[in-house]
């Protein structure tokens, strides 16, 4: 508090500073990967040993009543189904002072962007162009497949874009990680999901479609740079970069 206030007027609304929730005592936490007004997102260790991600939604916060709260429930129940295949495995969840968290398994590599904007076809030197090419279309046809394998679950996951895929540089398996706006395809949501330069049809929300029509975006972006790490490559530097046919193969 500020020196000159004497008492603390919201004191009776403080919670203790202590937890007595025994998930606390198997956590470990290490740092955020970010912290916003409706919960951060932190990594450590769980049970000494397995590292993970703790996924926090904060009581109170959001339109409607604990949307955050709401989202990371529904983020377990879609991460639950996925059973862990290209997907964090839920390793347990509970409540703690009205805030709910999420533990997750920590799955490790670069984000779509940083991998693209590292070793994508547009940024690689002209000598390994030949392989950069083929990472590239192994990479693409890993996020179809990550894609696909959630719609025969019934999952749409809405959210698809460079900040939430991981690629693995050594094995190029690809990953999603963030679920929380995902939905069971006959939830009837109304709710939208919008990124800059990932855009749809109006008419394609909440559908299948807007799965596949933002992977299309994540393609164009790994071969033209159309993000926030590049430049937006012109026609000759791409034309210089990959021959007609390998493109055609990818499309």
Known sequence: ?????????????????????????????EGAYKITLGGGIYYGTYLKKEPIVLKEGRFGIGIGTDQAIAKRKNECQ?????????????????????????ILQKITGLTYYEYFATNGPVVIEKNLCEKSMT???????????????????GIILRDINPANVLVDIRTLKVYFIDCADSIFVDSHSC?????????????????????????????????????????????????????????????
Not at 1 to 22: G, R, T
Not at 140 to 149: D, E, G, M, R
């Open 78 to 102: 879609i991460l639950d189904k996925l059973q862990g295949k290209y997907y964090p495995l839920v390793l347990g969840y509970f409540t703690t002072q009205n805030n709910y968290y999420l």
């Open 135 to 153: 990472d590239f279309i192994e990479v693409i046809k890993n996020l179809i497949s990550v894609v696909a394998y959630a719609h025969r679950k």
């Open 1 to 29: 508090m500020p020196p000159f206030i004497k008492n603390d007027p919201f004191a009776k609304y403080v919670y203790p500073k202590k937890s007595n929730d025994s998930h606390w005592k198997n956590l470990r936490i």
């Open 191 to 251: 709710e939208k999901i919008k990124t800059p330069w990932y855009t749809i049809p109006e008419t394609k929300y909440n559908t299948y479609a807007e799965d596949w029509i933002k992977v299309a975006w994540m393609i164009l972006d790994g071969l033209g740079g159309v993000n926030r790490n590049l430049c937006l490559a012109n026609y000759t530097q791409v034309r210089e970069t990959f021959s007609k046919d390998k493109v055609h193969i990818i499309v």
